[in-house]
């Protein structure tokens, strides 16, 4: 039995993992055009940062590893067309092509940044995006070399970026197009991200939010200078776009294979595609959303690792569901933890809930610690059914400890009153007697009874 | 109306802040034995320590803020007697006396210290409890001119002290009558904590297990040699008793209210007794175990909050039901975080289920980051129904995380499948691609996938 997977970062190299343990005997492939296999790419900005010297660090698996244990790992090995009927897939590489047949297939091509049609873009080479161990070598090379960069785009690898930048000393531009940096968040929560930020005492960094990105200009293949929409000219000495990515779908959208409404290859919850015996999963594969029952894309590498597992498991004849994702996010920036999970009040409107919220801002312990720091944490739920929707917290510390606690609940369709009886830990150093998670919940339950009084 | 609330530190304080929000007209009193109202006696051994200088920060609201909101608090009154048809309580003080009517009686009186039957234990001054404001100030004191400390007992005020002792630069022994220290979590988890505490560098302590005390010498008022069951003689400067709690339910008793099979008073899910138009919170009363459904007595300050809260939404006329407790708790003791939740795997046999689990010892985020910290995690689930019962963590950091986060997921009665599914945050600096959690979930799906097969 040949099971074959296109790509090898997380979800697949997770996926050629898990189908080689359930299924000792069979032949398990990974063919992939990156130069690297089985690495961490959340952790490149950590890298840049020089947290850690060696990018070697990253890497979770190797090419020798990965054939230890009996799994070939093709690199430089472009897919360049899936045929389901023969069950086969044309490879072709620097210097030869290949044909090779499958039984099962799991396609994990992963998500491509996206670069904007800004004019000037292509001509200069100290332009970067962040996906691959290439673009963060390079990067952390430049940016040592370097006294001022700007990042475009203000969304997580932009901020890890902000914070990498400026530990390095750089004096840090950062330009975005929406009104608010972190559009993820609600329009409150990014305005308190925002001012945290702009109040930290580390760095030198400045914000441009409401600004296109009209033209870069330089000479010699270094861009030098960037104009804005507002006539703004940002002279840099480097650039990284770090506007978003999309899924790299082209080879199964040729193959015939389903696309679904936002973009990437539909799947079902065994993550299998529209065509027999071919998977899909990871950032290419589209994803539940749990709370709304919608189809959504958020490309994640836990998310990645949880699909390739599930793929894997049902390629190789175990059986597994995946029932979909809460799009809960974390990251840091110059000591500001963001966290959230399930809808804002915003996306919660947007899917046809009635949202109502609680934002509670306290310390995340009791006051009279030494090590106690604020978060801010804001609950949304349905005011007709209680049902808990999502939340976002930010934070010094314990933000993402409220999280991951509310996600356990969107999981299993909690409503606030239920949770009303959390039995939280609690003990000075940890938290406040009321945890600021009950507290949210305690607002939300009076808000409710007012509403349901009138 | 009149809402007479009896005792004024957790539960009791909550109860009548929540009564008079509720029911702005009626009369709020409470009455109390104590010196003291409405303070955080958790946050004792962090004064003890040292953290801050006054003991009034660990005081919540003061008698004049009562006051102020229009709660009377009569302290240093001890109410003698409950007289349940004429709906009146006997009220003494060292000068008078007096009787109070009741509509709504809300029983707070807590728990007191439990003090052994040790030869000589009542002879001298030296020898303390930890349970009020008194005696955090009394053992400060006496420890400011110590060198040799002695405690006795090791669970959470034992090691929570042992932490402030050492902090002080005291020697301190702790004495353990049980094989093992922190006694509420499983062997093999007691262990580990045993091992990393006694591996700190910090401190010069040592544990004494298995070992009674039989009997206590000294002179002049002042115990001085602690000698125990194998013949040990032990010299201290002062000891701690920290031999755990009993409920103080004398008065309730009395008035012929029903007590339950743990001892503490028995009270249904609105908080009321068997007696009308009397309510018991916080730890005077018996607690219902979520994951069990079955009776217990865990006597925690946030539980006591929560039922506080619920006792007079339901005494002044609105609705509250309070559907128990997971018996999470979370301590620190020299840099090790203790955290449970919901049924060790012993409890999980007492009370009938078929347990197994799972033990991770992982980074507690990516190993490359410099601040990654050691993880060891204990997650307990049903193999019959894949029920989720419980969890146990203990490490360096991000330990009391995961217990919150599996605290939601008891609440909800997930099962380790459904569990598999949780879209936990990630990113480099907050936890593992697979957080340790996941991790030790799919260790249990495999265990009881193989279980099925056989």
């Known amino acids: 039995m040949d099971i074959v997977i296109i790509g090898g970062v997380a979800a697949g190299a997770k996926a050629a993992a898990k189908a080689k343990r359930v299924q000792p005997e069979a032949n398990v492939k990974i063919y992939t055009e990156d130069t690297h296999v089985s690495y961490s790419s959340c952790g490149l900005p950590y890298y840049i940062e020089g947290n850690f010297e060696d990018y070697k660090t990253l890497l979770v698996r190797s090419v020798e590893e990965f054939a230890a244990s009996g799994i070939d790992v093709y690199l430089k090995s472009r897919v360049e067309k899936i045929l389901p009927v023969q069950k086969d897939i044309l490879i072709a590489r620097d210097t030869d092509a290949e044909v090779v047949k499958y039984d099962k297939l799991i396609i994990a091509t992963g998500a491509n940044a996206i670069v904007p049609e800004i004019k000037g873009i292509h001509k200069y080479e100290n332009i970067y995006t962040l996906r691959k161990i290439e673009d963060g070598i390079n990067i952390r090379k430049k940016m040592l070399e370097s006294s001022t ?66 033209e870069i200009t330089g000479e010699n293949k270094e861009a030098k200078i ?36 936002t ?28 709370v709304s029952g919608r189809p959504v894309w958020i490309p994640l590498g836990s998310t990645a690792n949880k699909e390739g597992r599930c793929a ?73 059914t209680g049902l808990l929707l999502g939340g976002q917290a930010i934070g010094a510390v314990g933000a993402d400890k409220r999280i991951n606690t509310l996600t356990s609940a969107l999981l299993g369709h909690l409503t606030v009153e239920a949770f009303n009886n959390n039995d939280l830990t609690y003990a000075p150093p940890y938290s406040t007697t009321i945890d600021p998670l009950l507290n949210a919940m305690q607002i939300l339950t009076a808000k409710m009874r007012k509403i349901r009084q009138n």
Chains 1, 2 share one sequence.
């Open 226 to 261: 960037i104009r804005t929409s507002s006539g703004k000219e940002i002279e840099t000495d480097m650039i990284v776009l770090c506007t978003g990515v999309k899924p790299n779908i082209k080879i199964a959208q040729d193959a015939g294979i389903e696309i679904g409404q």
């Open 312 to 384: 894997a498991m049902n390629a190789a004849g175990e059986y597994c569901e995946f029932e979909g994702v809460l799009g809960s996010t974390v990251t840091r920036c110059l000591n500001t933890t963001m966290s959230k999970t399930g809808l804002t009040e915003e996306e919660a409107k947007e899917v046809g809930f009635s949202p109502i919220s609680a934002l509670v801002l306290k310390t995340d312990r009791v006051a009279y610690m030494p090590e106690a720091g604020d978060i801010t944490l804001k609950v949304v739920a349905d005011k007709v």
């Open 263 to 290: 973009g990437a290859i539909k799947v079902n919850k065994l993550m299998h595609t529209s065509i027999e015996d071919i998977y899909a999963c990871g950032d290419c594969a589209e994803k539940r959303h749990i």
């Open 149 to 214: 960069v700007t990042i475009i785009g203000s969304g997580y690898i932009g901020l890890e970026l902000l914070e990498a930048f400026v530990k390095n000393g750089l004096r840090v531009n950062v330009i975005e197009s929406n009104k608010k940096i972190m559009g993820g968040f609600d329009d409150d929560i990014s305005d308190l991200i925002r001012k945290r930020l702009e109040s930290s005492s580390i760095g030198n960094f400045e914000f441009f939010t409401n600004e296109e990105v009209v």
